[in-house]
């Protein structure tokens, strides 16, 4: 009976907090997802699915912490508020400045409160807290008591409860200081000022806990984490532990629940568990071995997959020489002091210089009197860029023998990737996404559109995102995160503290292949780089390391990758007998999905959503335009009233846009609105249309399926998803399709 009254006393707090709750306004026109949309604190777990999938311990082992918590912004010398409720309520994990937090609004110092009770039994092992990422430098108090603090927003982390907590009304307190692009510290794209301004490539920033909160039962003795090494045979492990339990740790592989081996190691120690008849992890063929570790009473259940990474050889084949093309431009790769000035007006004169420069392939001339030069120009170039029509250039290629070079292999063989520019943005959750099934949408997304790799830009996702690559076969890329734009010697230490818990606690899934150090000319001025890459190198010697993707220091030619980046037309960077050729950023293309309002007398033929038209009760437009805004894919509406059908009023939604309209006096018709932004998108190649969109991104893969013969191996479009002004997407910022399934198809 006491029980059953504090139950109900309890989920009357609870409800009591959630009627709080209310989403804000997801930017300037109110761009929510499907799935954010159909949030609600009252009746589901939010984000409740099991974060860390290549750990399980048992569902009763495990709390959920997110949802309503207490919240106020802060300042920096205010006294912890221990004891006292505080203004406001925010939906956790959503970053304060996301429409889902009920927030809305940046603050650079942010408190959080959260009073629960123990969920576990008082007399059974220890209880930890763990934080999936908190944005940027945070302390945490439990019940009165200091538990630590934490710097860095992409890492997660953990404290031990076990001394203090109580039964009931335990009490957790978080100070967060974020200053975004304020700070020295890395912080990708994320800009305060794109709140108020927003455009270019910046965007809201994701301030305070953004990833899932939650409270873990384990045995004294536990199990703490474990780092893995594979290849085409064999797994090696190690699992660090934490107690004084004198076991030793002992490992099952199963093929599903099927025993194939097992093995023992101490604790501490790396161990090889040879696989027999082993089965490759592959694109193709994502197989994964169920994995189990145990410890004294401790027990996890983990997966791998086995696959190797390397730079292999091919016989690079023979280029033949163009000789001078007059009216023609080569733009782009350009070699470092490019462009320079000539004595002469003389385009033999660059030729000649190309000729005798080492690791120059193509070259590119203007005269005095074109562009407003005062002096003939020469550009040198590192790899053969795309070329094109310019009356005031004249451009030529260099003859080159056959030569043997390098492109990435996986378990042996080499597989052409191409792939997205994925940022992981969400309108209403910013850097976190709305739902599990949201964070999984992405990546099935690019199986739908047939490619097989993602750079993951300026960001790392939860565990759960790297789970669903695993499962699902796809190749990632990992950037380390910048310090976006005015990085200095300060930034230094925080980049190199970042990178090194991306490495550690990202290496273990086998869909990474690659870690891209650098990202164009943001952080290099500051740093050593071949000390940095070296570092990198060091960490990891299972993966490859792209030095620095599109930028200065890429002229370097260390590490393994020649990574390019040209826009919106790809460029054919050249493989090399110590580097493989890769466009790590190419497109741009932008169709943008914008609102036109009702158009009286108006039609939009074709794209027809299934199972439309529908017969209305209605005979208003507006229903129509209401269920187009309302229904998943859906970009435009037509409507016919009552008085020009024989069934009733008819509402067609349309998963396609096209430049196609056509008068009709019996119609009603107009596009909804995907825009972060309305009618200011942006994008490095604009078009009219989707169908605009798919035909010059098919010109673009036609390009690659020819320079992928002799050089390319790895392309990046930009990008999976408009991000906020940024249109430039397969998809909408909301996740709807710009395309319609027959376009896709």
Known sequence: KEMMILVLLLSSLFLSQVGAWQRAKCGTADLVTTWGASIDPSSQDILGDYPRPQMVRDDKSWQNLNGIWQYQPAQPNDPVPFGTTLSDTILVPFPVE???????????????????????????GKVLIHFGAVDWQSSFWFNGESLGNHTGGYDSFSFDLSASIKNSENELIVYVYDPSEEGFQPHGKQFISAISNPGGDVYTPASGIWQTVWLENVPTSYIANFSMKVDETTLTIKVEVEGSDNNDVTFTVLNHTTVITSSSSPAGSFVN?????????????????????????????????????????????????????????????????????????????????CESTDGCV????????????????????????????????????MSQPAYTARRPFINGRFLFLAGWLDQSFWPDGIYTAPTDEALKFDLTALK????????????????????????????VLQDAVQ?????????????????????????????????????????????????????????????????????????????????????????????????????????????????????????????????????????DYTVCENMCINTFNCLAWSFAPQSCSTTGALCWLKNGITNVTVPDNCRVSGQVNHEWVENACQSYLIVNTPQDEADTYIQMTQMISQYKETDLSVVIYTQITDVERECDGFLNYDRSSKFSPEQID
């Open 273 to 353: 568990i040879t696989i027999p008849n082993a089965r490759l992890w592959d694109p193709e063929d994502p197989f994964l071995y169920n994995l189990t570790i145990a410890y004294g009473s401790d027990s996890v259940l983990s997966y791998f997959g086995l696959r190797s990474v390397s730079l292999g050889y091919y016989e690079h084949p023979a280029i033949n020489g163009t000789g001078p093309q007059y009216g023609v431009d080569r733009p782009g790769d350009d070699m470092q002091g490019s462009p320079f000035e000539l004595s002469e007006n003389d385009p033999t004169l660059c030729q000649k210089s």
């Open 483 to 619: 310090k976006y734009g005015g990085a200095t010697q300060e930034t230094i230490e925080p980049f190199t503290e970042d990178i090194t818990r991306m490495i550690a606690s990202k290496s273990n899934h086998p869909c990474i292949i690659q870690w891209e150090v650098f990202n164009e000319g943001d952080d290099v001025g500051v740093f050593d780089v071949p000390q940095m890459v070296d570092y990198v190198m060091g960490l990891d010697k299972t993966r490859l390391v792209d030095t620095n993707s599109g930028g200065p220091a890429n002229s370097l030619h260390i590490a393994d990758v020649n990574d390019y980046h040209t826009y919106p037309w790809p460029g054919q960077p050249q493989a090399t007998s110590t580097q493989y050729a890769m466009l790590g950023e190419y497109g741009g293309v932008g169709a943008f999905c914008a609102p036109t309002g009702a158009q009286q007398g108006v039609d939009r033929p074709g794209n027809d959503m299934e199972g439309y038209p529908v017969v209305l009760s209605e005979n």
């Open 362 to 397: 193509a070259w590119a001339y203007s005269n005095s009197t074109c562009d407003g030069n005062n002096a003939p120009l020469c550009w040198l170039k590192e790899s053969i860029p795309s070329a094109g029509p310019n009356s005031c250039r004249v451009s030529g290629v």
């Open 448 to 475: 739908t559109f047939g490619l097989n790799t993602v750079r993951l830009h300026q960001k790392v996702n939860p565990e759960r995102w790297y789970w669903y690559a695993d499962t699902l076969g796809i190749v």
């Open 98 to 124: 996301s429409c889902l937090s009920g927030i809305g609004q940046n603050s650079k110092y942010l408190w959080y409160r959260l009073v629960f009770d123990n969920p576990f039994s008082s007399n059974n």
